[in-house]
């Protein structure tokens, strides 16, 4: 197993979603996090599959409320993307996009390549 790979044990929803938040705040002291590093990701797979979309909607939903998020992670937005209930991936680029109030010409260009994706019959 890979060092930076920890397990979490938890019961509950809630006490998953707080074992996560932990682990994301202790970092290692030798390195920083940065965009690049694979410090970032997050892969929680809950309790044999079951349960894994509410526990990291639950650590969105603090880290999204500034006075729930540990101290150092604070962001301005949060975005938690379950895909599961996603129809193809144009649609979800066209959430995302939303979300972000990207401008109206990222939006045309989902929608060109949406149509171009049906023309061609890919998903």
Not at 30 to 59: H, K, P, Q
Not at 77 to 83: K, L
Request: aromatic share 4%; proline share 2%; with cysteine.
């Amino acid at each position: 197993m890979c060092p930076c790979l920890q397990v979490i044990q938890a019961d509950t929803i809630e006490a998953a979603a707080e074992r996560i938040l932990i682990e994301l705040n202790a970092g290692d002291t030798n390195t920083e996090r940065t965009i690049n590093t694979r410090d970032n990701v997050i892969y929680f797979d809950g309790w044999d599959g079951l349960g894994a979309s509410a526990v990291l909607r639950a650590v969105c939903q603090r880290l999204a409320t500034a006075s729930e998020a540990p101290a150092g992670l604070q962001f301005d937005q949060v975005i938690n993307i379950d895909c599961s209930k996603w129809v193809n991936r144009r649609a979800m680029q066209r959430v995302i996009a939303e979300q972000l109030e990207l401008p109206a010409e990222v939006i045309d260009i989902i929608d060109r390549r949406d149509e171009e994706d049906d023309y061609r019959g890919q998903d």
